[in-house]
């Protein structure tokens, strides 16, 4: 995907959807929509002109990120650390992940393993997911498989703290090997990884809670583990739902 098709699809994502499915919309998204055209003109040019590591790195230095990460509550009585992102970053993060998605999304299995969050734009709304795959089809199918007689048992299992602890150097690597010889989408690449740094706050390790960037690059980082479960014929003779991670499709499913 070319960048201005990228940048236009996360700006509408905001416009539509807002930045995240935990904190109220920024007031900048108001004024994204009001001044669309002049947005993406000016991204536009920014992504043009952040042509290389060292040219980000100095910009960031005179135009430095503002994040913060705080404790919300997750039902009645749990809690989980999200993190809410200048609007102005979070809409170039988030076009950056968005040029890479139809990729990331080639290399996964298909949706009969897999149901989180599979990127399927819609540049008529602004939607980044496929509608039709949830968590509500998950449990549908899932009961139609238990009702052969052969199958003895069924395993759940979550991932506990699953988005803070995603390690930046495997990831880096997953997202290298999309790249391959391809100079552009390294491009890409390194101003992903770069923002993952400063987002984390130079630690090596974590993911912004809370917006569709990280959705996406999370299913990335888990894609190895799904192709390994998947190849070792977990599922032949006993369902084992460990190859879907409830963690990665919330029970309350949100689309963007």
């Not at 590591?53 to 404790?71: D, G």
């Not at 749990?78 to 076009?95: C, E, H, K």
């Not at 199958?151 to 999309?178: G, M, Q, T």
Request: hydrophobic residues 40%.
């Amino acid at each position: 995907m070319d960048y201005k098709e990228a940048i236009t699809l996360a700006i509408d994502n905001v416009i539509h959807f807002g930045d995240t499915d935990i904190f109220p919309n920024s007031i900048e998204n108001i004024l994204f929509e009001d001044m669309r055209d002049d947005i993406i003109q000016h991204f536009e040019k920014l992504d043009s002109d952040l042509n290389n590591k060292k040219t980000l790195q100095e910009y960031l230095a005179t135009n430095s990120i503002a994040n913060f990460s705080t404790a919300c509550p997750v039902g009645f009585t749990g809690y989980r650390w999200a993190t809410l992102i200048d609007p102005y970053w979070n809409v170039y993060f988030l076009s950056q992940v968005i040029k890479i998605a139809e990729i990331i999304e080639g290399k996964r299995l298909n949706t009969d393993y897999i149901y989180s969050y599979r990127f399927s734009p819609d540049f008529s709304t602004g939607s980044l997911f496929n509608k039709d795959i949830n968590w509500k089809k998950f449990q549908t199918d899932s009961m139609k498989v238990c009702e052969d007689e052969e199958i003895k048992y069924v395993i759940s299992c979550d991932i506990a703290d699953f988005y803070p602890r995603i390690y930046h150097h495997r990831l880096e690597n997953e997202l290298e090997r999309l790249c391959g010889s391809n100079s552009k989408l390294k491009n890409t690449v390194m101003k992903i990884t770069t923002l993952m740094q400063k987002f984390s706050d130079t630690k090596s390790y974590g993911l912004p809670v809370g917006g569709p960037a990280s959705r996406i690059l999370a299913e990335l980082a888990l894609n190895s583990i799904d192709k390994l479960l998947f190849q070792k014929e977990l599922n032949s003779n006993v369902l084992l739902m460990i190859i879907f991670y409830s963690v990665r499709l919330r029970k309350k499913h949100i689309q963007y």
